[in-house]
């Protein structure tokens, strides 16, 4: 099965579709996380794409769509993945279309006020990626994984003046894309207006995934 989780900055993609990945067993294909890896390795694609990253800004399609291809064609997404930050435009939407056939949209559709509290309260470990929330997901010891031990750290991007830019670009670029996948059918909501432990959001993404895929997938 081939997925798209959709949502604002902060939705909770990464944390929801990481929990996918696990019980369907297949990978989880997140563009933020592969640039973030680019950025600290210091690559020259990680140079070219710092600043978009750093001011909340996209990074140009041209630019995504070769990293998405690429990474689509390893032989682990062969029977099944799932997007987490792609597409977010109607060119990355249509280049999509030609690299693989879509069959659900997940969209989340969560308050500002529930993202900007979870985003200034989110850490992330540097080793395994695994994030938390120092309000409602806090680690068992302080600024520590605690599933590999390593450390845990606060993203760039997760400053005031950039959140903004970054739910801004939401609204005017990606937010459009929805009634794209809408026309055909495939889009599933999800709604929080206010916060819910993670456990009942999972409920409610798996009954919209189990209700609208085939029965062998
Ligand atoms: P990306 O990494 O994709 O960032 P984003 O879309 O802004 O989304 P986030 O990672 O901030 O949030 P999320 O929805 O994954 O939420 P999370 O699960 O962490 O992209 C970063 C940048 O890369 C972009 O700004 C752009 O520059 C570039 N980029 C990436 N893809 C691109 C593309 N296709 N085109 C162009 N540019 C691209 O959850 C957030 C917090 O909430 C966590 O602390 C979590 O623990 C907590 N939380 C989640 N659910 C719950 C719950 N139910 N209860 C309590 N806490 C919860």
């Not at 750093?54 to 140009?60: A, I």
């Not at 809408?182 to 798996?206: A, F, G, L, S, T």
């Amino acid at each position: 099965m081939n997925l798209i989780m959709f949502g604002p900055p902060g939705g909770g993609k990464g944390t929801y579709s990481s929990r996918i990945s696990e019980r369907y067993g297949i990978p989880h294909v997140a563009t933020g996380d592969i640039f973030r890896r680019e950025v600290s390795e210091g690559s020259d694609l990680g140079k070219k794409i710092k600043g978009y990253l750093d001011r909340g800004e996209l990074v140009p399609d041209e630019v995504v769509n070769e990293v998405v291809e690429r990474r689509l064609s390893e032989e682990d997404c062969r029977d099944g993945f799932i997007l987490d930050g792609y597409p977010r435009t109607l060119p990355q939407a249509e280049a999509l279309d030609e690299m693989a056939k879509i069959d659900l949209v997940i969209v989340l559709e969560v308050s500002e006020e529930v993202i900007i509290n979870r985003l200034s309260n989110r850490r992330i470990c540097r080793r395994c990626g695994e994030i938390y929330n120092l309000r409602s997901m806090p680690p068992k010891r302080e600024g520590v994984c605690d599933k590999c031990g390593g450390e845990l750290y606060q993203r760039e991007d997760d400053r005031p003046e950039v959140i903004r830019n970054r739910l801004e670009e939401y609204r005017e670029r990606t937010q459009p894309l929805i009634e794209f996948y809408r026309r055909r059918n495939i889009v599933r909501e999800i709604v929080v207006r206010e916060e819910k432990p993670v456990d009942e959001v999972m409920r409610m993404i798996y009954s919209a995934l189990e209700s609208s895929l085939p029965a062998e997938v």
